[in-house]
């Protein structure tokens, strides 16, 4: 109840700052890449209940002569690479933190065809609620194996308190500010996770 409060208050307070950063933001995409603004998808929360996460656009919509979609790397703008190092463009993910569906600290969502492939182990992580940083995230973030990402967020679950919250959001801060763990080697952002010990390049935004 206590962190659920503290959610809300920092929430507020958060987009009340952002306000004018964020509508910059989002101008700045409508100008240069068009619509949508906004990247929404369905996620897994707390006990696998799905909802809408909430980004800022950082790929554009083209695609090959066959009518494929390009490799993200080809697809990230120069803005979505700005808004990539600084997280900028997870602000929009202060609404879902407000509605209750993201706190600020926890295992982060991840896609939902990833639920049929997690061991008994690593479905752990979703018996807390989702973040927007986690201990995963100042542990390596997207540069670590999903393998040592899922034994850090269940570490989280098991060890979770106000004090290692107030840590892991200072962590993060610093993290942000050295541009660390963006992505994993040779790729956008994470690897495909395609269960234990198999899984090859290539992510949605």
């Known amino acids: 109840m206590l962190k659920r409060v503290l959610d ?31 990247f929404r998808q369905i996620r897994p929360g707390y006990q696998g209940k799905l909802f809408s996460i909430m ?9 090959g002569p ?10 990230l703008t120069k803005l979505g690479k700005v808004l990539r190092r600084r997280s900028l463009d997870e602000l ?6 407000f509605k209750g569906e993201l706190s ?15 061991n008994k182990h690593q479905a752990r992580r979703h018996e807390v609620k989702p973040g927007i ?7 390596g973030r997207n540069a670590i194996t999903w393998e ?6 269940v570490w989280y679950v098991d060890h979770r308190s106000l004090s290692l919250d107030m840590k892991i959001l200072w962590l993060t ?9 963006i992505s994993a080697k040779g790729c956008v952002t994470m690897p495909e996770f395609k269960g234990s010990g198999r899984y090859k390049e290539g992510h949605s935004e």
Do not use: C, H
Not at 29 to 35: A, D, M, Q
Not at 92 to 97: A, D, R, T
Not at 173 to 181: A, C, H, I, Q, T
């Open 8 to 38: 809300i208050l920092l929430a507020l307070v958060l987009l009340v700052l952002s306000a004018l950063p964020m509508s910059l933001i989002a101008i700045t995409i409508l100008v240069s890449t068009g619509r949508p603004v906004l």
């Open 55 to 63: 980004k800022f656009r950082t790929m554009n919509n083209n695609r």
């Open 66 to 75: 066959e009518g494929e979609l390009l490799t993200d790397e080809e697809r």
């Open 92 to 97: 929009p993910q202060l609404l879902n933190v």
């Open 104 to 118: 600020f600290v926890g295992p982060r969502p991840l896609l939902t065809e990833y639920l049929p492939l997690y």
């Open 133 to 139: 940083t986690g201990w995963a995230q100042v542990n």
């Open 148 to 153: 040592e990402k899922f034994d850090l967020d």
């Open 173 to 181: 801060f610093v993290k942000v500010l050295k541009s660390e763990g």
